[in-house]
């Protein structure tokens, strides 16, 4: 079945180093792919998104790398700041019958330390 | 507008009542989607409508939830016979096209007690 996970459940990181939170992906034929942000008592934001016919994509700060032959999704936070502390959660679009739909991971809780 | 309002922020019903929630997407976009989110965890696709359409229900628990996007009127979900298990957060997402970034509400924390 289709399935996004995440390998860390915790990433804890000093201010102004670099975060990676990772993902993995189990539908070979998904095409879409997103990165959210959740703070407390908020809605998922959205940070970037990426398409199966590229294998990077900067935004401000962000970067995205797809990975299609190990199906891997990874987030790139530059100089994290304490503004950063969230959960980030990586989707993936339902494929086949499900489309537009988002199946989500589990998310990563990324906690920068001051 | 120019985000998702979702209201009410919080809802409390009591075992077995009815539960109504309700999405304004944002304006010029034609999906609206709903996802439930348990335990700050996992996010649980439920419906997803294009304009008034339903456009993909399958993770609708059709005995007790139904949910309507009508033309000038918020999209609502709706669960008859409320159990403790829908105890959840209920985000509303909306986007220009199915293939386009969704975006979120704030969600409606509903307890069910």
């Known amino acids: 079945g289709e399935s996004v996970g995440l390998h860390l459940p915790t990433l804890s990181v000093q201010e102004g180093d670099n975060s990676i939170i990772n993902c993995a992906y189990s539908?070979?034929?998904?095409?879409?792919f997103i990165w959210y942000k959740q703070e407390s008592g908020k809605g998922p934001q959205f940070i970037i998104d990426?398409?199966?016919?590229?294998d990077k994509r900067q935004g401000q700060r962000v970067t995205v790398l797809l990975n299609k032959t190990v199906k891997h999704l990874s987030l790139q936070i530059a100089a994290t700041q304490p503004g950063d502390s969230a959960v980030y959660f990586c989707a993936e679009r339902g494929y086949g019958g499900s489309q537009g739909n988002l199946i989500f991971g589990k998310g990563t809780k990324l906690s920068v330390k001051p | 507008g120019e985000e998702v309002a979702q209201t009410p922020k919080h809802l409390v019903r009591g075992e077995g009542q009815k539960a109504k929630l309700y999405c304004a997407p944002i304006?010029?976009?034609?999906?609206v989607f709903w996802y439930q989110q348990v335990l700050k965890n996992e996010f649980k696709f439920l419906i997803s409508f294009q304009n008034e359409n339903v456009f993909d229900e399958t993770g609708m628990p059709k005995e007790r939830f139904s949910a309507k996007c009508l033309p000038n009127s918020p999209c609502s979900l709706e669960i008859q016979a409320t159990k403790l298990e829908d105890s959840a957060v209920y985000f509303c997402a909306s986007s220009q096209s199915h293939n386009q970034p969704q975006h979120f509400g704030d969600g409606t924390r509903l307890s069910i007690l």
């Open positions: 304006k010029g976009h034609s999906y």
């Open positions: 990426i398409r199966s016919n590229m």
């Open positions: 539908n070979s034929a998904s095409d879409y």
